[in-house]
């Protein structure tokens, strides 16, 4: 089962800031939070992953409460090509190899 | 970034034959590639995870009979939908860590199966 709670929905004006929370009750300490998205009918795409501390690449920046039960993904200046399903997960340890277990996303439409 | 490769991005077939999904990385090695299915509307749901060299993991409810997983190199594994039906018309998507424990999984464009 998926380890994370998401918003079903989102909108944003265009060029605005996109926020989209997610949350993680239940991570474990070595557990990394990784956001993808997928736009209809491709593959999914990587946007960023943490562990504890803020990041931000050329994509989006990824904000991890202190406790990391919960995070925010941030698009700083939404497009509408941003418009897509975002997917917040845990990387659940599977053995010697781990495994992406999805939930069931937010869907973001960025409005002109 | 790293590329996956997923072919064909679609087939149609008729109900009883069985179908050949291919996912290769090309250039990276894989010892583990993950395939997943999605419904329209719904998440991708985890099929199987496929390790090179060894069988295939399948979680709870997937047959390993009807979808075949084989994983005969670092680069390429293999779906195989056997005697397809129309209820396994969906799209399946695989993805592959790079090397031993790499931290980002990458996806494939995912191939979209119409059974008649």
């Known amino acids: 089962d998926a380890k994370t709670t998401q918003p079903t929905s989102m909108d944003c004006a265009e060029g605005r800031a996109a926020n989209l929370p997610c949350n993680h009750s239940t991570i474990s300490g070595n557990e990394y939070v990784y956001w993808y998205r997928q736009i209809h009918s491709q593959g999914p795409q990587y946007i960023i992953h943490?562990?504890?501390n803020n990041e931000t690449n050329e994509m989006a920046s990824l904000i991890i409460t202190e406790d990391r039960k919960s995070s925010t993904l941030i698009l700083p200046h939404a497009t509408l090509r941003d418009t897509a399903v975002y997917y917040c997960?845990?990387?659940?340890?599977?053995?010697?190899?781990?495994?992406?277990?999805f939930g069931k996303g937010t869907k973001l439409t960025v409005n002109p | 970034g790293a590329v996956v490769s997923q072919h064909p991005s679609w087939v149609i077939c008729k109900s009883g034959t069985s179908v050949k999904i291919e996912c290769r990385s090309l250039?990276?090695?894989?010892?583990?590639m993950f395939w997943y299915r999605q419904f329209p509307k719904q998440s991708l749901m985890l099929m199987a995870t496929?390790?090179?060299?060894?069988?295939?993991?399948?979680e709870q409810g997937v047959e390993k009979d009807k979808f075949l997983i084989n994983h005969a190199s670092l680069t390429l594994s293999t779906l195989t939908v056997t005697s397809a039906h129309p209820e396994d018309s969906s799209f399946y998507i695989c993805?592959?860590?790079?090397?031993?424990?790499?931290?980002?999984?990458?996806f494939g464009s995912g191939t979209q199966l119409s059974v008649l």
């Open positions: 997960i845990v990387r659940v340890p599977q053995g010697g190899s781990e495994k992406l277990v």
């Open positions: 993805s592959a860590i790079p090397g031993q424990g790499g931290r980002q999984l990458f």
């Open positions: 943490g562990l504890k």
């Open positions: 250039d990276f090695q894989a010892t583990t």
């Open positions: 496929s390790n090179e060299g060894s069988k295939a993991t399948y």
